[in-house]
């Protein structure tokens, strides 16, 4: 329960354009245990995002290291960090973004198809992550189809289906209303609960922040607090 | 995976509506204006063999040599044995005689005056062999005013000369020529049609009369200046041109004897086969160019399409899946949608081609002179090169440039990809 998953050194991120040097993450030291329930907030522009991208491996940090299951990512080329993002990592986004000609199921299976799980393997996986969305009665609609709750949920099963040990989430309430928002929350702490998923999110939305574990905030790109919170 | 992405490309259609458009108008113009240059070549080459050459033509070398001047005593003779021979012989070919010749003739014109012009004789077998000659020429169609000969002392004439000459159908001329031995013939002659072929090697003063009457007149009896030969095919081969000529030559030609028959072929005069190559490169080059517009037009067109789906490459970037393997799906989407555009392509320029070949387009006074003879009717012509001249670059076409789209979209940064997709 208490096992370390993620630890960021002295980590930094400079962007650079042209001239124009911008630093979004200064000197960040946090380390994310398995089963953490933990939202960054803070006010726009102050570098949630890119700590997201960092942890899920989509971006590199400019300085110090990020230590991802006990591996230094420094040294994961393109390839490993897909690899990594494939198999333990799961993605939530505020826009939803799945694939508009698939069918529900078909956005939850592509997870899987990566991995190259046989086809009873994935129904098997596709139909437990629907079931714990409570979507299983519309697998066979489109996204178009849905409403924007249903199409989180969607996405969520489909970060969750291949059973990573981190899901990270962008405002993944951000695009909800208060109802539909407070039933993501719910469906993500039952699955934080029986699969002890580790999730990460950024977020603004005060109802998230009922539900969080921990809550990191950050001003300016450094961390200014960080709360943990016994339920 | 594979079925993953087919059935995407099936759901949404308007993603590959563009390039399959252009693929297929591509295609479609790459096969139509082939078929329509094939038509042109093969009408031509047959308009030229039927007039003039033969698919191929026998003459001795020493006539060959000195053709400009229509050297009939360096004629073939005992024409009718060769003839029942090379029936024999080559069975893929129908065979017939004809002699060229020059000389004067004197005419009256409308104030009484005796004047007197050259002309170029053709003797045809008229009246012999089921009136082939007379099919082949299209000879009932030419003609423009009058008839046919119906006795040895009638014959034709060129429309546009007998009116630059005033001689009418039922007219009297006299033909003034030199015979075999060098010794000068005349004999007077009944006007009995005009013809007008619309192409200057059959306009030009030309007197048409029958073979056995013009080699009387010449004194070269059972010889004629040419033994034409046609593929009963109808389309010049020259694969098939080149094995009776090797064989022909082997048999009856005597290098020594400058008399002896000689076989030549179409693609032997240079005119002619360098025409024939060019048209051949033109197919060649119009490939080339097609695969290069088109790669193009749809690399552009292909970064259009990728636009639309940075979302989709971004989700499935983010879910781990490498960029090769995108890549690599995109390529697959493109050989499946440039199939489609090629098949539709090929499909409508065929037809294009066959309705063509079918009805054909008037070109009437378009085209006029040189030693290539131009039908009035252009049609184009189906040949199973049709199958893969457009298709195979329509494929190609549609590879390089969803691979160079493709590259551009894959060289930006994940987290850029993402970026625009405003997560
Ligand atoms: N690719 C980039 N190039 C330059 N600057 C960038 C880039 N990405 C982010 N930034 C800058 O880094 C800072 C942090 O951005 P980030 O997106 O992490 O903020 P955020 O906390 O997620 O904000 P929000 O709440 O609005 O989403 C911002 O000032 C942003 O302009
Ligand atoms: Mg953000």
Redesign the pocket.
Known sequence: MNEEIIRLENLS?T???GE?K?T??KDINLSFKKSEFTG?V????????????IIGLI?KPTDGKYILFGENSQAFNFRTASAYRKKHIGFIFQTFNLLPVYTVYENVELALLLLKKTESERKDAVMQALELVGLKDLKDKKPPQLSGGESQRVAIARAIVKKPEIVIA??PTANLDAKNAHSIMQTMIRINKELETSFIF?T?DEKVMLYLSRIIK?ED?NVSEDIKINS | MIKFIIKGLLRDKSRSKLQIFIVTIGVFLTVAISGYMKGVTSDMINETARLKSGHVRITTKEFLENEKNLPINFSICNCENLILELKKDFPDFSWTGRTHFRGTILFQDSSGNIKQGPFIGLGLELNSNGGDEIKRLNLYKAIYKGKLPESDNEILLAEEFANRIKVKPGNKLIILTQNNDNIPVSKEYVVAGTVKYGVQAMDNALIILNLQEAAKLLDIENCCTEILGFLNSGFYDNTICENAQINFNKKFHDSNNPQSPFMSKMKDDPEFSFYIEYMENFTGLMATILIMILSVVLWNAGLLSGLRRYNEFGIRLAMGEEKSQIFKTLLLEALVIGIIGSVAGTILGIGFTLILQRYGINITGMMQGGTMIMPDVIRARYTNELLYIGFIPGVIAMFIGNAISGTMIFRRRI??LL?ELEI
């Open positions: 991120k962007f650079v354009s124009i911008f979004a993450l960054m803070g006010p726009s522009g102050s570098g949630k995002t890119t700590l997201l991208n971006d962008d405002e950024a603004h950050l790109g | 987290s850029s970026k």
